[in-house]
């Protein structure tokens, strides 16, 4: 996970984020885009058509250079005007983005709909089960607004692992790849590196800093 963060988002490279994507992508949609620093990574990589939505209109200008098309504006109206049109994506990413959203259920339910015959949902979401969160409610006895992080103080919604495969089962999609960033310590650390070694069963789940998810479509045909 990149450790470059502005109070806006994230500006620097995903490759975690990368390391989900496979070799036949063609038409990527980057939900959140920022400037536009993972979606040029993907032009580079995999030759791909990058479009992005991105509300800050500085950060949207900066990507404008970068990928290929910006839809600059609120990602929900963006999907729920019908903005996309018929359009359709072969990846559509959602880094650290869903948790910023009123109703991050209806946006991603429309986001299925703009899914090629193949196509994948890729998304990171913060653990709010991390045991930072734990410890300041239960011990401290207060909630750890932060200027970043799983409690950045433009959160909106707060999601478990279950909180988060009830998202994507309810939009029609089935999780075929989940793996976690873990962290000992909340903000970026050199001690982190460790982190994953300590994430055993019974563990892992409170060291879990974000999800990073990749699902497709249902399909029904099997039902």
């Not at 993907?42 to 910006?70: C, F, S, Y």
């Not at 650290?96 to 899914?115: C, G, K, M, Q, Y």
């Not at 075929?176 to 650390?189: K, L, S």
Request: charged share 25%; proline share 3%; aromatic share 8%.
């Amino acid at each position: 996970m990149s450790e470059n963060y502005s109070r806006k988002g994230y500006t620097g490279g995903r490759p975690d984020i990368l390391a989900l994507l496979t070799n036949s992508v063609e038409r990527v949609l980057d939900v959140g885009c920022s400037t536009g620093t993972l979606g040029r990574s993907i032009k580079e990589i995999h030759g791909a058509r990058v479009t992005g939505i991105e509300l800050d209109k500085r950060m949207a200008l900066v990507a404008k250079n970068q990928l290929n098309r910006v839809l600059v504006g609120d990602a929900e109206k963006i999907f729920e005007q019908g903005q996309l049109k018929d359009e359709k994506f072969d990846v559509i990413i959602f880094a650290d983005i869903l948790e910023h959203l009123i109703n991050p259920w209806r946006v991603l339910s429309l986001a299925t709909e703009h899914l090629s015959e193949h196509g994948m949902i890729i998304a990171s979401i913060p653990n709010i089960r991390f045991f930072n969160s734990l410890f300041n409610v239960a011990v401290l006895g207060r909630w750890p607004y932060r200027d970043r992080g799983i409690h950045d103080r433009t959160h909106l919604r707060f999601f478990t692992l279950k909180n988060i495969q009830e998202l994507f089962d309810q939009a029609g999609l089935v999780i075929e790849n989940q793996t976690a960033n873990y962290r000992i310590i909340e903000r970026p650390h050199g001690v982190n590196r460790y982190a994953k070694y300590l994430a055993l069963p019974g563990v892992r789940n409170f060291l879990a800093y974000q999800y990073l998810i990749r699902a497709k479509k249902v399909d029904l045909s099997r039902k």
